[in-house]
Each structure stands twice: as C-alpha cells, then as structure tokens.
C-alpha cells in the first residue's frame, strides 16, 4: 500500500512522485497541442475568415455588375423605346402627307380630265355648229333654188318640193346621224 | 453482524477514510523505492488522459479543411469554447487569442482528469491528489506571476497588485500584506484546493453511497437489505451530479486562472 495520506491532513501533502509525473504529463500535452495542433487551428480559423469575406466580397462584386448591366440595359431599352416612337411618329407623318399628296394629285387629274371633256364637248358643239350653218345654208340655197324653180310650175309642184327637199333633208340626218355614231 | 459479514466490512473499507484514496503500485518489486508512486492506477489515468487528448487531436487535425469534417468540429469546438467564452471574452481579441493555446490544454487537461472519477473501474480522478491540482495551480502562478512582470517590470507589477489605487494612505500598513497574501501567495493555493476538494469530496460521497449499499446488504434484517437499493439509486444519483462537478470545476479553474492573467495585464490604474 501507499500511505499517501497518513490520516486527517496528511491528504494535503502532495506526493512528490505525482508532482513529477502531472508536471512531466501536462508538459508533453502542452508541448503537443501548443506546437503542433492550435496554431493550425488559428490557421484554419484565419483561413475560414479570409475565405468567408472573400466570398462576400465577391458576392458584392458581382451584385454591383449585374447592377450595372441592369441599368445599361434599362437605359438601352428606353433609348429604344424612344427611337421607336420617333420613327412611328415619322411614318404617320409621312403616311399623312403621302395621303395628301396623292388626293391633291388625284383632285387635279380629276379637274383636268373635267376639263378636258368640257374641251372636248365644247370643240365638238363648235364643229357640229360650224358644219350645221353651212349645211343649212347649203339647204337654204338648195331649197330656196327649188322654190323659185317650182314656182314657175305651179303650186302644187311648189307643195311637192318642199315635201321632198324635208324628206331628203330628213333622210340625210338620219344617215348623217348614224355615220357619227 | 456475523463474523464474516464483519471481515466484509473491513474489506470494504466501510465508512470510507483517506485510506480509500491509497492506491497498490502496480508493480510490488518496486514497493519500497521511490519509484512506487510512479506506477499506479492514478498515474496511469494521467498518462492516459494525455496519451487520449494528444492522439485524438493530432488525428482530428491531421489535414484541416476550410470546411472541418466531424472530428474536425469537434477538435475545433473544444478549443473555440475555451477560446472564445474565456480566453477572447476575458483578455480581449489579442492576449485572448495569445493565452487560449495553454488554457485550453488546462481547461481539457482538468476535464478529462475529473472524469476518471465516474469511469468505472477506476472511479477516481487523479485531482482527488492534491499533487496534481497543486502542479497546475503553481503553473498558473508562475505563468500570471511572470505575465505581469514582463508588461510592468518587477516593482511595477508588485505596486500595482498590493497597492489598491484609492485607499488612504494611513490604511497601507494594513492593506499591503493583506492584498499580498491574496494576491501573490492564496490565489494558487485556492485553486488546488478547490479543484482538490471537489474531487475528493465527490469521490467520498461516491464511496459512501455505494459502499453503504453493500454493507447495508450485510444486515441481517431483510428490511435494511432492501434499502441499500436507495442507497446505490443515490449512487447513480451522485454520478450524475459528479458529471456536473466536473465541468465546472475544470470550467472555473481555466476561469479563474484567465482572470489572473487578465488581472496582470490590466493597465496600471
């Protein structure tokens, strides 16, 4: 047996054996972890940190970019916006005018036709007038030659002159009426 | 009592004494040198509580990663308690994390030796020596002691722990051996004994309760059989209860040495 303690305050006396082997024991644990264990902790926690950080760094990067592109492309978006509104803004204007062009055009061709036939009727009543006068003047001498010819013969011939000269006279509108035709 | 039922007695050493904390060296050759101290159970749990803690944490830490695998975690978070609620709460970002490599070896070093007090068959903590509370707790004076003589010098350092700043001078004579005595000759003491005490009452009340429970067996009358039962349920009772003896008391060890530390470090006021 080992009488470490020897009753009542003997257990207060340390046993110096033990006090070399807890000092010997808890020098080596210490010597170990403190050497060879803790500061690869402290590493790895520094390690951790650094990696932590530049994760969130990086995250921040990348939100900032995609930020920035979000807006380049919301500026872009409304320039195009805007250009498009130009250019239908252009398009109905010329649409509007292109319209207009072609009715002002149109009423003028319209005009110019109208008067072109007014023209037309105009020349050919003044023809149809022109060629009327010498023919009833032609008639008139004809006729007139008739009558005077007739009288000499009597009345009845007179009668039968002038009845023949309007049936002629009928008979040439007639086919005069159809040749213009 | 029967006559063997009193040879019972006596083998099992019922009430338990100071006896109950003799351990047979291991080796009887030995017996008679200096030597037989060196080979017992008690030492051996020493050896063991070291040889466990350097293994597991050389094999826990062999390949750190960023991302700790489970021993990696678990290595990581015994040192991260003690450094960070203790060491880095108490002694700031720097001197925190300059101290917490040795606090922690004390911290783990104390735990896994109080905890030998409930593993079976060896039920005792080496603490229950007072030889080994009293080698840490002498560590802890030599390492506070020369912490605040390196940062104040020798005359600075023992001005500032025995001169409480404020006191009226006429009250000096009074003061100066009192705060010299606890601050510079108790503070270690304490600590082993409180860390010794602890262990030793919790190894006694453990020998009492289980112990009783088989002497109780020995009686003769059926009824006082039966309650040994009670006795060894207190048994199982008083283990648990040990279990929170201790952390705590390894808890305050490493705290109490952090505030000495702290304490010599502090600015001169």
């Known amino acids: 047996m080992i009488h470490a303690a020897e009753g009542g305050a003997g257990i207060l006396i340390p046993v110096w054996q033990e006090i070399v082997v807890g000092a010997i024991a808890f020098g080596l644990l210490c010597f170990v972890l403190m050497k060879f264990v803790f500061p690869r902790m402290e590493k790895t926690f520094e390690a951790r940190v650094d990696a932590i950080e530049g994760g969130i760094e990086r995250a921040e990067k990348a939100q900032e970019e995609a930020n920035q592109t979000l807006e380049e492309y919301r500026r872009k978006l409304a320039g195009a916006q805007e250009e498009a509104a130009a250019i239908r803004d252009e398009a109905r204007a010329d649409a509007v005018a292109a319209k207009e062009e072609i009715l002002v055009s149109a009423r003028e061709e319209a005009n110019r036709i109208i008067a072109a036939g007014h023209a037309n009727v105009e020349a050919s009543r003044q023809q149809l007038v022109r060629e009327l006068r010498s023919e009833v003047g032609n008639l008139a001498v004809d006729l007139a030659g008739k009558i005077i010819g007739q009288r000499l013969a009597g009345e009845t011939a007179t009668e039968q002159t002038v009845d023949r000269f309007l049936a002629e006279l009928n008979d040439d509108t007639a086919s005069e009426a159809s040749g213009a035709r | ?269």
């Open chain 2, 1 to 269: 009592m029967t006559d063997s039922a009193k040879v019972l007695a006596e083998e099992l050493h019922f009430p338990p004494g100071t006896d109950s904390f003799n351990f047979r060296d291991w080796f009887p050759g030995l017996s008679d040198t200096a030597l037989a101290n060196v080979f017992t159970t008690i030492t051996f749990a020493v050896w063991l509580t070291v040889a466990i803690l350097i293994v597991f944490f050389l094999w826990a830490y062999r390949k750190p990663q960023i991302v700790p695998t489970k021993r990696q975690w678990l290595a990581e978070s015994a040192y991260g308690f003690v450094r960070d609620t203790v060491s880095v709460e108490v002694l700031g970002k720097k001197e925190g994390v300059r101290f917490a490599p040795y606090l922690t070896c004390l911290f783990l070093f104390v735990v896994l030796m109080n905890f030998w007090a409930i593993v079976p068959f060896v039920q005792i903590s080496p603490n229950s020596h007072i030889a080994f509370p009293a080698t840490l707790g002498i560590l802890s004076w030599v390492i506070y002691n020369y912490v605040g003589i390196r940062k104040h010098g020798f005359l600075g350092y023992l001005k500032m722990t025995c001169v409480p700043p404020g006191a009226p001078v006429f009250i000096y004579p009074l003061l100066i051996p009192i705060e010299f005595l606890q601050n510079l000759i108790l503070r270690p003491v304490t600590l082993a004994l409180r860390l010794f005490a602890n262990m030793f009452a919790g190894h006694l009340i453990l020998l009492v309760f289980i112990l009783g429970g088989f002497t109780l067996l020995q009686s003769d009358n059926l009824f006082i059989q039966g309650v040994s039962v009670v006795s060894w349920a207190f048994g199982i009772a008083m283990t648990f209860f040990e279990l929170i003896v201790i952390l705590l008391q390894a808890y305050v060890f490493t705290l109490l040495t952090t505030l000495y530390i702290q304490g010599s470090l502090a600015d001169e006021h």
